[in-house]
């Protein structure tokens, strides 16, 4: 694995996509930090930080665009596959080279809390809180890159494939506030979740009696719930639609509260699109 990670990291910064992903994230961090702190003689570093998230919709996939896709493209997947390193080993690694270019670029901005610190009032938790947060964001939304990346041989679909999915979890909060909340819209998109639950089974198993298995027990826990706890169906899509919400949990951290299910969830989320991927990978492999 450490191979990879210095393989990866290596090759950031031997090709433009290192370079051109650091300017434009540190010219859009500075321009921001201008007009939002020193042109408004503002301390307020947090508002600073939470008004650049949106700038991860433009600058991870430029990270994570070429990891998988550049190799397939280029034919050395197999090459890697074959080579005495296991699959999680290269997808971690891969992962963490990203993550240390991203890492790399947010340890710049401390450049602006020191400025703060010296001419302004720095709320210090909050600060430090808000840098937590953008860490384990980033993390997350660099895992979708990477499953992306990993599902396609072009460079620019897997860059335009994690624009478009950012953006979706992204809008996520603006519209779970705008979809129906009754209990028969709940029911409805329950049973809708779980069809498509039952479509996913079965064209991963191509097993029609599993799949029936799934869809009978499906029904009964719908049911069941609904003689159960009827509440549950309230506000069902929205519930639902929350528990992706990553840039929810981030408000958490900018007010400088570490909560342990934000660190969990972060951790988690991450954790899944890297399994995901490992299953991608060894999906293909074996076909």
């Not at 996509?17 to 321009?31: D, E, H, K």
């Not at 953008?134 to 335009?160: C, D, K, M, P, R």
């Not at 809708?192 to 198993?205: D, G």
């Not at 049911?223 to 528990?243: E, H, P, V």
């Amino acid at each position: 694995m450490i191979a990879i990670l210095k393989r990866e990291i290596k090759s950031y910064f031997l090709t433009p996509i290192g370079c051109i992903y650091m300017g434009f994230f540190l010219l859009a961090a500075g321009i921001f930090f201008f007009f939002s702190n020193l042109y408004a003689r503002s301390s307020n570093f947090t508002g600073f930080l939470g008004s650049i998230l949106f700038i991860y919709l433009f600058a991870i996939p430029l990270l994570t665009m070429r990891l998988f896709s550049e190799e397939r493209r280029q034919k050395t997947d197999q090459l890697l596959l074959t080579s005495p390193v296991s699959v999680p080993e290269i997808v971690l690694g891969k992962f963490l080279a990203a993550f240390a270019v991203y890492l790399m670029t947010l340890l710049v901005t401390v450049i602006y809390v020191i400025v703060i610190a010296i001419f302004g009032d720095l709320a210090v938790w909050e600060t430090l809180g808000s840098y937590i947060g953008f860490i384990l964001l980033g993390a997350s939304y660099i895992a979708v890159g990477v499953f992306i990346s990993a599902g396609t041989e072009n460079q620019l679909t897997a860059a335009l494939v994690t624009f478009f999915s950012l953006m979706m979890i992204w809008l996520i909060d603006p519209l779970s506030q705008s979809v129906p909340a009754d209990m028969v819209s709940g029911i409805i998109s329950a049973a809708a979740l779980a069809l498509a639950l039952c479509i996913f089974i079965y064209f991963n198993t191509k097993n029609f009696y599993i799949t029936a298995g799934a869809a009978l027990a499906g029904a009964v826990v719908i049911t069941a719930l609904y003689f159960i706890n009827q509440d549950i169906y309230l506000g069902f899509i929205r519930k639902f639609l929350s528990w992706f919400s990553l840039n929810k949990r981030y408000e958490n951290f900018s007010m400088g509260m570490l909560k342990l299910d934000s660190l969990v969830y972060y951790i988690s989320f991450s954790g899944l699109f890297l399994f995901l991927t490992v299953r991608l990978i060894e999906k293909r492999r074996w076909n």
